[in-house]
């Protein structure tokens, strides 16, 4: 076990992050945990992928704790948060990283698949929002990152309902970062390109992912960690002036 990061930006914070046991949540675990944070982790389904990463984080000297939430449910999502608060003590950062991304032409899109994308990749950013801020504002400091996507600020076929719900959690970080930011709370947005996880996978793995590659200025797509360091950034007081702000590491595909 090696002594945690003592000058990292997050030394002494607590960051909670949904959807931790694997791709991007993984990632920012690890790099919030190499950063100096303790770290807790929430999971679905990847209750193995979870106990790695807190394993991984406690090797970097660190605490971590992982729990199960469907961060769709809110009394799970507030049991969550009300753990971690018990552990720590404190909790300084939330990301919103849980995430699900169907593809269906906008015609076949079931009501109940609409309503599943918009429970997972947006309301449950109300929840857990909802539920950090009130010991935040307590404490008169907190740092909230979504993961957004660059498909939020542009729309594409076959997902309105995820391009729809990453363009509200660009709106749910601005309209918190207005309602609370003097009372020393920020929330931003980090809205990747394709990055190297799973979901990522299923569209860099085709003919057409190759070619949106071939066309990115960078000639690459992404890989988790460097998005998490974006994440980070966030959290940390480094961005102290940045609040509804939207990072956007895309490789240079989209430059708003
Ligand atoms: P993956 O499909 O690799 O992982 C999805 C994650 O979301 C898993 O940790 C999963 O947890 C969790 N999750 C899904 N539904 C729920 C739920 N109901 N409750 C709790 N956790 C849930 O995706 P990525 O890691 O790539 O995606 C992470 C975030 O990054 C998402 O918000 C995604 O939209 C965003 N993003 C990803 C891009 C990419 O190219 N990869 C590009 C732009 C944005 P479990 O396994 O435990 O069920």
Known sequence: MSERNGSGPLYGRVVAVTGGGRGLGRSIALAAAAAGADVAIAYRDSEAGAKSVADEARALGVDADVHRCDVTDRAQVFGFVAAVERRFGR???????AGIMPETPFLDVTPEEWDRVIATDL??????????????????????V????????????????????KAGLIALAKSISREFGQRGIRANCVAPGVTNTDM??????????????AELPLGRFGEPEEVADCVVFLLSDASALLLGQTLNPNSGGLMP
């Open 200 to 213: 990522g996978r299923t569209v860099m793995e085709g003919e057409v992912g190759r070619k949106r590659m």
């Open 123 to 144: 309301t449950a950013a109300f929840h857990a929002s909802q539920a950090v801020l009130p010991g935040m504002l307590e404490r008169g400091s907190g740092s909230i």
């Open 91 to 97: 909790l300084d950062g939330l990301v919103n990283n």
């Open 146 to 165: 979504n993961i957004a996507s660059r498909l939020g600020l542009v729309g594409w076929p076959g997902v309105a309902h995820y391009a729809g719900a």
